[in-house]
Nanobody
Framework: QVQLAESGGGSVQAGGSLRLSCVIS????????LGWFRQAPGKQREGVAG???????SYRDSVKGRFTVSKDSAKSTLYLQMNSLKPEDTAMYYC???????????????????????WGQGTQVTVSS
């Protein structure tokens, strides 16, 4: 069983920064991908950034160069540093974990099924122009 708890969302002006945190409670995360997804009103959930147990990282194209995903294994915490935020980044952001023994983190971000794996409750990010 894996439990995820996000924090750090909020409201910022365009160009601002936020750092999301996700505390992860799990017996073992061996072969797991950890990542961030987002969902804006009326849109499908989309993968934002992810990291696998070997340290491979993947980002969606629209956030490359602006967002940085990292993990602190000692603190069992996943982070998403978001810089140069844009109004189109406004969404509910979810922390997620799934066994990636048979897939890459890039594939997981693209094809993740919201009905599988483990998901947090979400934290709202609002960027105003």
């Amino acid at each position: 069983q894996v439990q995820l708890a996000e924090s750090g969302g909020g409201s910022v002006q365009a160009g601002g920064s936020l750092r999301l945190s996700c505390v992860i409670s799990a017996y073992s995360l061996r072969r797991y991908c950890l990542g961030w997804f987002r969902q804006a009103p009326g849109k499908q959930r989309e993968g934002v950034a992810g990291i696998d147990s070997d340290g491979s990282i993947s980002y969606r194209d629209s956030v490359k160069g602006r967002f940085t995903v990292s993990k602190d294994s000692a603190k069992s915490t996943l982070y998403l540093q978001m810089n140069s935020l844009k109004p189109e980044d406004t969404a509910m952001y979810y922390c997620a974990a799934e066994n990636c023994a048979l897939r890459t983190v890039s594939s997981w971000l693209t094809y993740a099924d919201p009905g599988s794996g483990y998901w947090g409750q979400g934290t709202q990010v609002t960027v105003s122009s």
